[in-house]
């Protein structure tokens, strides 16, 4: 197993470097990050673009700013944005916004999804399979920014107004000028991330419950669930060890690989709910085509994919005892 894990990390490094050489390339050549700049009326000086082109090494060729950049990332440096800011500590701020909505949002979306798509699988064909289905295929119909709108105009505002107090916000991850200790900042950070945290639930878990339902199926036609019945093995045993077991091995793979697609889909729910995290902070990269932020946003989201992909893989050993890695 520890070679294994090795040899996928080995690999995981050479596709990080390619995807980071693709990117800068076709950051480098959508356009001029310094046009704003020299746009300006009345213009800079000229001493003043060269300061500003020297500290972004645009004054070098392509791939010695390529090298440059990598140079500082294995050395815990990601360069320079455009307005000066370390790279770094703006990736680290907004990447804390970020995950406090979508790792509570995974997590909360699996533990709704395994449920229903289990639910749905055992009863296939009756009422209850019914309903989760139209359910499940009505909310990935519906687009991110409707349901968090919707959310915001019969939820959120109407609580807000029968209660006479704000008990859900819809702008912002935070109250402003919020200090204080933790405990003391939990209930405001709670009342600000329960919309965009529900709406992320909402369009994630129904592909998995989905994916879930496929699989408890499959493994409910199997042979070794036939045998199981056959031994008399009651229908609670043989779901729990022998179906459940067997049907999570697929949602396992599918949830690892979508929580980087998570992370990418929380662009639209920042932007609904005024969120500044990650996604707000690379769509202003790639408008300012600031190359240094669009790599930090690729680094973050490709290392998610390759060790979720990763994880999946060990989880399956644990699920199946019949998968081995040499």
């Known amino acids: 197993m520890l070679a294994y894990v090795l040899r996928r ?52 060729p392509i791939w010695d700013q390529y090298w440059i950049w990598l140079s500082n990332v294995l050395r815990g440096n990601f360069g320079t944005s455009i307005q000066g800011l370390p790279v770094g500590q703006e990736l680290s701020q907004h990447l804390a916004v970020t995950l406090r909505m979508v790792l509570l949002a995974t997590i909360l979306a699996i ?15 009756k009422p209850a399979d019914h309903v989760a289905n139209v359910t499940n295929f009505l909310l ?41 200790p933790f405990l003391g900042r939990l209930p405001d950070y709670a009342a600000h ?50 179906v459940l077991r067997n049907a999570l091995i697929p949602v396992t793979t599918v949830v690892a690989l979508d929580f980087a697609t998570v992370i990418g889909g929380a662009v639209v729910t920042e ?24 790599l930090a946003f690729l680094i973050v989201t490709a290392t998610s994919i390759i060790l979720f992909n990763l994880l999946a893989d060990i989880l399956y050993a644990f699920l199946d005892p019949r998968i081995r890695y040499d």
């Open 9 to 60: 990390l080995a690999i995981g490094v050479l596709l990080l470097v390619l995807a980071s050489m693709m990117c800068f390339v076709l950051v480098h050549y959508s356009g001029d990050p310094l046009a704003l700049l020299r746009a300006r009326n009345p213009p800079p000086p000229k001493s003043v673009i060269q300061a500003r082109e020297a500290l972004l090494h645009l004054n070098v």
């Open 111 to 125: 533990f709704v999804a395994i449920p229903i798509g289990v639910w749905s699988g055992v009863r296939k064909g």
């Open 140 to 180: 990935l119909a519906i687009p991110t920014f409707v349901i968090g709108t919707l959310l915001k105009e019969f939820v959120a505002i109407p609580i807000n107004q029968a209660t006479g107090k704000t008990i859900f916000y819809t702008i912002g991850e935070q109250s402003p000028l919020l200090s204080g």
């Open 193 to 242: 991330t329960i919309l965009p945290v529900i709406t992320l639930i909402l369009v994630t878990y129904p592909s998995w419950a989905i994916y879930q339902r496929s699989s408890v199926l499959e493994a409910l036609d199997s042979d070794y669930v036939r045998l199981a019945r056959a031994k008399g093995l009651s229908p609670r045993r043989v779901l729990v060890r022998h």
């Open 271 to 294: 932007t609904i709910f005024g969120w500044n995290g990650m996604g707000q902070w690379f769509l202003q990269g790639v408008i300012q085509r600031d190359v240094d932020i669009v």
